[in-house]
């Protein structure tokens, strides 16, 4: 069965320094997401992409976090300075286009860690 | 804002228990509320619901939507150790790229 595929299982971090977290959606699903779920806390919604650019974001998806398909199968979320409060489980998550049911297809999750 | 609230927040039971969760809503613009089960890391889809009344069902797995109160219930029969997990809801606005909004979520431990 399809499915999607995430990149580190776990990446430990010094604050301040950069991460990019790897995703490889499903390959024919057309909307891409990241979440996030901080230990104990609930899974919050990050951004949404689509058609090569951002559908949505959430008001913690702020400039130091960005998105990128580079290659048409791989889709990033990079960190740019990372803080201690961003350690998480990151979710990667994508869903088909028209005529599916709305649920979204999650990856086994990247967990970050900031020292 | 979207709120999604669960209950219980966690809940202990033996096997061949039967256990339902709730989960109640305010979403503006409400399209559909969904159902996960997270063992380990990824939540997996249970059920989406977005009609009232219509009793979604796989297995020993059951669920069902009231629009007009703003809940669901996940109903889970002649429960299993394999049954163990958190049980998430989430709502999803009409209009909305497909994000969803969960709820804190149910942890259900179902002993031997």
């Known amino acids: 069965e399809p499915e999607v595929t995430q990149t580190p299982s776990h990446q430990v971090t010094q604050m301040g320094q950069e991460v990019i977290l790897r995703c490889v959606p499903i390959?024919?699903?057309?909307?891409f997401y990241w979440y996030r779920q901080i230990l104990g806390q609930k899974v919050e919604f990050l951004v949404s992409?689509?058609?090569?650019?951002?559908?949505?974001k959430s008001e913690i998806f702020d400039d130091q976090f960005s998105v990128e398909r580079p290659d048409g199968s791989n889709f990033t979320l990079k960190i740019r300075s990372t803080k201690l409060e961003d350690s998480a489980m990151y979710f990667c998550?994508?869903?088909?286009?028209?005529?599916?049911?709305?649920?979204?297809?999650f990856g086994e999750g990247s967990r970050l860690t900031v020292l | 804002e979207d709120k999604v609230v669960q209950s219980p927040l966690s809940l202990v039971v033996h096997e061949g228990d039967t256990v339902t969760l709730n989960c109640s809503y305010e979403?503006?613009?409400?399209?559909?509320l969904l159902w996960y089960k997270q063992e380990k890391k990824a939540p997996t889809f249970l059920f989406m619901l977005t009609s009232s009344g219509i009793e979604k069902k796989s297995g020993r797995l059951s669920s069902i939507l009231d629009k007009k109160e703003l809940f669901s219930i996940l109903n889970i029969t002649a429960t299993q150790t394999g049954d163990s997990a958190i049980y998430l809801c989430?709502?999803?606005?009409?209009?909305?790229?497909?994000?969803?909004?969960f709820g804190s979520g149910t942890q259900l431990t179902v002993l031997p």
């Open positions: 989430a709502v999803r606005r009409s209009g909305s790229a497909r994000q969803l909004t």
């Open positions: 998550a994508s869903s088909p286009g028209t005529g599916n049911t709305g649920e979204l297809f």
């Open positions: 992409f689509y058609n090569n650019e951002i559908s949505e």
């Open positions: 979403v503006t613009n409400f399209r559909s």
């Open positions: 390959s024919n699903h057309l909307y």
